[in-house]
C-alpha cells in the first residue's frame, strides 16, 4: 500500500500503517476537491466548506427579502384583499383610519359590525375583488337575503336593523332611487362568499357554481363542520394512530415481503394492461359492428392502438429489465433494515414539513401585503382608490423566487442529512456500533454543505421561475397570439416541465455524492451523473417498479384508514357529516404514510449509489464488500452469469477460428 511504501497522495500524512482509521486530509486548497483515500469505509468527516459564494448569495439574498418584507408591511394591508374595501378606503370588519381629503362621515368608520362588502352594479363582477372600480361598494352588516324592489324596502331593511344598502352619511329619509346613494332597485338577492356579496343571479348564470362554493363557505355549514370535529376529535385521533399503525406495517412488508410485493406488482399491472388492451380492441369491434361509421369506433380504435403500443413498450422495457429486478428486492430490504436500525429517520421529513409551513405562512402573508400595497388617491367623484406601489409590483418576482428558492434549499437539506445517515449504515460493517449517524450527518450539513444544498436549490428555483413567467405569458397572450405562436408557448413549457424533473432528479442524487465524499455541487452532480448512466438499466427498474410500489404503499394506507374510518363512524347519529373526520384522518394518514415513505425512498436511492461505489471500489477477495449477504449473492449470481456470458462467447470465438483452420488446411 502507498502508506506502507511511504509513497502516500500528496495531500494525506498517515500516523501508523496499522493504524484502522481512514486515510485524512491535513491540508485542502480552497476549491480543491480532496482525493478519496484507498481504504474509504463510509462519508468522510474531514471536510472543508464547499460553495461557500453561493451560502453567501443565499444570506445576501435573504437580507433582500427582509427588505421586500419591511416595504410590503409599511405599504400594504392583506386585509383589503380578504375583508373587502369600500368606495371611501374603509375596510370591511375592521376599524378604520380617517383617511386625508376624505368626509370624516364615510372615512375612517367603525366596520366592526359590517363585515360584507355590497356593490352596486351586479354585473362588475371585477368589483369583488377590486379595489379601483367605479362601482359604488359599501360595507354592510348582511347581504340581501331577498330581491329589493324598493326604496321604501331598502328604507325598511335600515329601519329594521337588517342592513343599510346606502351611503353611511344619508339619512334613511333622503334614500333615492340613483345608483349613487343608493343602489339602482330592484337590488337581486345576494349570498356571502368569501366576505363579498355575490348576486344570485351571478351564481346561476354560471350553473350554480358559486351557489355551490357559497354554501360551503357559508357560516351555518362551518359551524356545523366544526360542531363535527368536535364531538369526532377523539375518532380522529384513532384514525391518524391507524394511518400510523397501517404506515409501520407497510414499510415492514416492504422490508420482509419485498419480493412478494414488487413481483405481484409487475404481475397485475401486466395483465391490466393486456386486459385493458384487450378490452379497448373488443369495444372497437363491437362499436363496428353495430355503426361502422359512428365516433365511437374511430375514438376506441385510437385508445386501442395507443394502448397497445404502451403494452408492447412495457413488456419490452420489462423483458430487458428482468435480471434487474432482483437488485430492486434487495434494495427494498436494505432501506427497511437502515430504517429499523435508525427509526429517527422518520422524523425528518415531521421537521421540515413544520418548518415549511411556517415558512408558507410567512410567505402567502407577505405576498398577500405585496399585492395589496398601494397609496390611497381621492378621485375627482370622492371616491378613494388605491395606486399600486410600482417597486413593490416589481419586486414581487423576488418575493416568488424566494419562496421557491429557500422551498428547494429546505427540501435539499432534508436530503442530504437522510443520505448522509443510510450511507454511514452502510458502510459500517458492525451496524450495532454506530454512533449517532443522524446528528453527525447533519453536523455535516451545516458545517460544510449548506452552500452547495443552496446552489442546487437556486437551480431547481430558477428554472421554476422560468416556468411561472413562462404561464404568465401564455395567460396574458391567451387568444391574441395565434395557433402557432400558442402551440410554440406549450412546447417551450413543456421543455421546462421534463427540464425541471431531470434536474430535480441529478440534485437528488448529487446530495447522495455531497453526504458521501464532501465534494462541491457541480462534481457531485458529474460523479452521481456518471454513476447513473453506467448503470442505466437498474436506475430504469429502481425508478420504474420501485416508485410504483411506494405509490401503491401511500395508496394502501389511505385506503384502509378510510375503510376503518367508515366502519368507526357510520353509524353516529351525532354527526351531520360524518364523512369530515373520515377526510381529516385520510389526509393525516397520507401525510405520515408520505413522510415514511419519503425517507424509504431517500433510503433506497442512497443504498442504490452506496452499493454501485462498493462495487466498483471493491473486488469481494482482496477488499471485501460493504454490502449486506444478500446484496452480495446478487453480485455474485451477476458475476457468474458475466463469465458463464463470457466462456460462452470465448468458445464461440474458438469454435469460428477451429472452423477457420480447418477452411484454410
Known sequence: MPCCSGQGRQPYAIASCTSQTRVRPIRVKSGEDQEVPDDFDGPLSERSCRDVFFLLLFLVFWGGMGYVTYLALVGGNMFRLLYGVDSWGNICGVKNDVIANVSSSLSGQDMTAKQFLFFYDLTDVGAIFSTTTDTVRLCVKSCPSENVTSVAAIQTLAHNGTTVLCQYDVPITSYVDDGVICPNVPVGQASPFLNRCVPDSLTSGVDGVLSSVSSVFSANTWKTILKDIELSWKDVLILVAVGFGFSLVMTALMRFFAAFIIYLTIIVFVLGSLGGTAYLWYRWHAEKTVDAAGQNVQTFLIAAICATVVTVIVLLLLLIMRKRIGLVVQLFQEAGKAVARMPLLLLQPVWTTIVTILFGAYWVVIFLYIYTAGTPVVQSNGYVSFQTDTLLEKLVWYHVFGGLWMLQFLIGCQHVTIAGAVATWFFTRNKKKMQSPISKSMGRLIRYHLGSVAFGAMIIA????????????????????????????????????????????????????????????????????????????????????????????????????????????????????????????????????????????????????????????????????????????????????????????????????????????
Not at 516 to 521: C, D, L, P, S
Not at 597 to 617: G, K, P, Q, S, W
Request: charge should be positive.
Open 462 to 665: 430558477l428554472v421554476q421561475l422560468a416556468r411561472i413567467i413562462l404561464a404568465y405569458i401564455q395567460n396574458r397572450l391567451k387568444g391574441r397570439a395565434g395557433e402557432v405562436a400558442d402551440f410554440l408557448l406549450r412546447c417551450l413549457a413543456c421543455c421546462l416541465w421534463c427540464f425541471e424533473k431531470v434536474l430535480k432528479f441529478i440534485n437528488r442524487n448529487a446530495y447522495i455524492m455531497i453526504s458521501i465524499y464532501g465534494y462541491n455541487f457541480c462534481k457531485s452532480a458529474q460523479r452521481a451523473f456518471s454513476v447513473l448512466v453506467s448503470n442505466a438499466l437498474r436506475v430504469a427498474a429502481l425508478n420504474s417498479i420501485g416508485d410504483f410500489c411506494l405509490f401503491l404503499g401511500k395508496v394502501a394506507v389511505v385506503a384502509s384508514t378510510v375503510v376503518v374510518g367508515i366502519e368507526l363512524l357510520q353509524n353516529r347519529t351525532d354527526l351531520t357529516y360524518y364523512p369530515v373526520p373520515i377526510v381529516l384522518g385520510a389526509i393525516c394518514a397520507y401525510l405520515i404514510a408520505h413522510c415514511f415513505f419519503t425517507v424509504y425512498e431517500m433510503a433506497i436511492d442512497t443504498i442504490f449509489l452506496c452499493f454501485c461505489e462498493d462495487e466498483e471500489r471493491n473486488d469481494g477477495v482482496t477488499k471485501p464488500y460493504y454490502s449486506s449477504v444478500g446484496l452480495r449473492d446478487y453480485l455474485q449470481k451477476q458475476e457468474r452469469a458475466i463469465r458463464a456470458k463470457q466462456s460462452k462467447k470465448q468458445q464461440k470465438q474458438q469454435q469460428q477460428q477451429g472452423y477457420d483452420n480447418e477452411g484454410y488446411e
